[in-house]
Nanobody
Framework: QVQLVESGGGLVQPGGSLRLSCAASGFTFSSYAMNWYRQAPGKQHDLVASITSSGSTNYADSVKGRFTISRDNDKNTVYLQMNSLKPEDTAVYFC?????????WGQGTQVTVSS
């Protein structure tokens, strides 16, 4: 079965950096686009970044120039490098993949940006 396991969240000061990882299993990782979403308290899931199977990337305007999504198909892992973090980046970050007509989500990892 499809499994997505995020790691790397934590507490960081404004201006700091974190790298999130999502280890995937149960499907042919290299064939699918992967996404990072986030959900702040009381808000809906927002798409943060996407990477296609060929490596093309797309970002939400709010994180352009600060976040970088990447993938390692040998390790079945997608990453989100987050730099220049701001308090408004505080959220639970989720890894996501859509396979055929089904959506799969990880359990999420908390990122808190605070001094």
């Amino acid at each position: 079965q499809v499994q997505l396991v995020e790691s790397g969240g934590g507490l960081v000061q404004p201006g700091g950096s974190l790298r999130l990882s999502c280890a995937a299993s149960g499907f042919t990782f290299s064939s699918y686009a992967m996404n990072w979403y986030r959900q702040a308290p009381g808000k809906q899931h927002d798409l943060v970044a996407s990477i296609t199977s060929s490596g093309s990337t797309n970002y939400a305007d709010s994180v352009k120039g600060r976040f970088t999504i990447s993938r390692d198909n040998d390790k079945n892992t997608v990453y989100l490098q987050m730099n220049s973090l701001k308090p408004e980046d505080t959220a639970v970050y989720f890894c996501h993949v859509r396979i055929l007509f089904a959506n799969y989500w990880g359990q999420g990892t908390q990122v808190t940006v605070s001094s």
